[in-house]
């Protein structure tokens, strides 16, 4: 197992060796019995935070340093994890994982040893973990069915209890192997605002509608600030296709924040295996194009959530569970 971290260039990593892959693939393969075991209960995502401490000690210690600090990027990038059988690529709308597999087992592991796993029931009737595949009819979606360029965004910006990290697994890479994660860390993008701007994006002057795949037309946030908390290291709460200006000064800003998370974005071409975790409290996401195919081939990334305070939104989960509403 080797930790190795890049401050500035390339976001951090771990190497799961082949040794540490066979004793992750032997504790997720427990939580995959009774076959047919469902992901969703609070019983089997109880059996995955129990199981998280049996994971190799590097892995565990990684996730917990990044935990602590996500570093100058946001990002951490981790390989060799295990996947077990790797059926064909869904196409349909709205497809999830509901049955335990070797893949989503390793996913509620690792977001219980970041926090505890979160959904939210509007999108993707609340699965926890939810695919990413292009979709027949979607190509120019801005959302996971989309494969045109899908610009940065934190994840669920307008929602009052978004996730603290946002876990990105790659089954199955896009034929031509151009697809392209691409994240971009106010760490970074800070030093090089503008004082007119860093004032405006701190001002109430925003306001974000939910993405298509949670269904909400019309809806949307009272105004808001794009950047909050410690001046020196503020979070970001931004969509680039979603959130809209409502000032002159707001709008200049905005354009300034876009031009520079193009200047200062790192891109990793996942490959399967791959985990990127991304801090979704200081760094957004987006990725480029690609041609999907609809052969069972495509692209195939399984997403979970995870965060740090599940009491937060205690009033939005039925029966103290893992879904909001």
């Not at 004793?23 to 209960?41: F, K, M, N, Y």
């Not at 592991?109 to 009819?137: C, F, H, N």
Request: aromatic residues 4%; contains cysteine; hydrophobic residues 40%.
């Amino acid at each position: 197992m080797t930790v190795t971290a890049q401050p500035g260039t390339r976001p951090q990593t771990v190497t799961v060796d082949a040794a540490d892959a066979q004793q992750v693939e032997r504790v997720a393969a427990r939580l995959t019995e009774p076959a047919g075991c469902l992901i969703d209960s609070p019983d089997w995502l109880a059996r995955a935070r129990r199981a998280w401490p049996r994971l190799p000690t590097g892995l565990v210690s990684g996730l917990r340093e990044y935990r602590r600090d996500s570093g100058p990027t946001g990002t951490l990038l981790v390989r060799g994890l295990p996947l077990g059988q790797v059926p064909p690529t869904p196409a349909e709308p709205g497809s999830v994982q509901r049955e335990g597999t070797v893949a989503a087992a390793v996913l509620a592991m690792i977001a219980s040893g970041l926090g505890d796993p979160v959904a939210y029931r509007p999108e993707k009737t609340g699965a926890i973990v939810q695919d990413v595949v292009p979709v027949p009819g979607q190509e120019d979606y801005q959302s996971n069915a989309g494969s045109v360029l899908l610009t940065f965004h934190t994840e669920n910006a307008f929602h009052p209890h978004r996730p603290d990290f946002v876990m990105l697994l790659c089954l199955r890479a896009d034929h031509e192997r151009v697809a392209e994660l691409r994240t971009a860390c106010i760490r970074e993008v800070l030093p090089l605002l503008t004082d007119e701007s860093r004032e405006a994006l701190l001002a109430p002057e925003f306001v974000t509608a939910p993405p298509p795949s949670f269904g909400l037309p019309g809806a949307g946030t009272t105004p808001h600030a794009v950047l909050t908390g410690a001046p020196e290291d503020p979070d970001i709460c931004v969509d680039l296709a979603a959130t809209a200006p409502q000032t002159q000064r707001a709008k200049v800003a905005m354009h300034e924040l876009q031009e520079l998370f193009d200047r200062t974005a790192q891109s990793v071409r996942l490959v399967p295996g791959e985990l990127a975790i991304v801090d979704n409290r200081v760094t957004v996401h987006g990725r480029t194009s690609f041609r999907p195919r609809y052969d069972g081939q495509d692209r195939w990334l399984q997403r979970t959530f995870a965060v740090t305070d599940l009491r937060r939104s205690r009033g939005m989960r039925e029966a103290d569970g893992y879904v909001l509403d």
